[in-house]
């Protein structure tokens, strides 16, 4: 039996704690030990309340740092937001990463987004894997792209971010007796980086893999949720995940009830209570999350935010999607969504959206069906409890290597 941490540090969302949680499951299962460092600890608290492990509040940077770039284009200016501007304030956060390391005393540390947390390990000599989405665990290059690459960027800003965290973060190695790291993209990288994406959602667009690396797929947890309830009537099935935030989300409801389409909606701040935005008899507003495995196959179009779960079971499932990010994260998977044919990013229409004409060509449009369901010919043998295995097979080669 070997003992793991599994941790999460920067990022918000519950999508760690989800890729996380399938994990801790499969190497308890194997009779192994888990703790769990996590960020939040709250808003987790439902969705992990069934797990018998110890977990421990993660230590973050709670303050605001002022004379950053904004809004930032980069990780390392990520980081920099997130303490990692001074020696002091970094080194702070990794004595506490390394007192949750004392105490748990892994053989293995498994990183969603956990930079300091590696940092820690590498002072500490715990091997550490690496587990989440494109954006977080970039190329192993110097500079790290730039993510906002559609803004113009002061020339030398990039160079000039990376190489101030790297200083900082050589020099915390360097005091605390270890050795440094000769490019940024290490401490988001692991020793053993594990992408848990497809390069169809790849947000850096990298292509193939070095030698010994592998796409893993999305995490997603097994589909959970209400039964779906379609409004009666002869007109195209379409799913709508939204949120009030985005400015668009009455405009698309709209134009989805103008063309007669039969709108199943999770719009999370209805579901607590929020008047409807678009009230008709075309429209069903469910009260809680919907079960998208049974959802999908009945669809025409999906529309969502190109959160990873959502998106990743709408094109397992072969069904187009409409896309309408908010930040610059869903921006790139949008971008890379729309590079395949299976969806449209609206975020790069010009505005104001005709959404009424977007949505019925959409519909009325095969290429978008075909590419979707291209890509669920390409990944019809992938499963959750596939990649969950794989996953954890990665750790366990890790332990008995430094058994």
Sequence with gaps: MARFLLSWELGGGLGHAGRLKPLTQELMRRG?????????????????KDLKVRTLQAPVWMHRVVGLPDPQATLAEILLANGYFGVDALNALVQGWKAALELT????????????AFLAARILGIPTATVGIGFYLPPDRAPMPLFRDW??????????SEGEVLRTVNAVLQMNGARPVEQLSTILRGERPLLCTWPELDHYRRGALPEGQRYHGPTFLPSGGQTPTWPPGEGPRVFAYVRSAHPDHAAVLKALDDLGCRTLCYLPEVAGGMTPPVVSANIHYASGPVHLGQTFPDCQLVICHAGEATLAQSLLAGVPVLLLPTQAEQFMMARCVEETG?????????????????????????????????????????????????????FESLASGAA
């Design 151 to 160: 803004e113009p960027i002061a020339k030398g800003r990039v160079e000039h």
């Design 32 to 48: 192994h030990h888990v703790d769990l460092v996590l960020r939040e600890l709250v808003h987790t608290h439902t969705l992990l």
């Design 105 to 116: 005393r892994p053989d293995v540390l498994v990183a969603d987004y956990s930079p300091t």
């Design 342 to 394: 299976a969806g449209v990013n609206a975020a790069q229409r010009k505005r104001p959206t005709d959404f009424k004409a977007l949505i019925q060509q959409m519909l009325n449009t095969p290429g978008h069906a075909q590419a979707a369901r291209a890509v669920a010919d390409r990944y019809k043998n992938f499963t959750h409890e596939g990649q969950t295995l794989a996953l954890v097979d990665e």
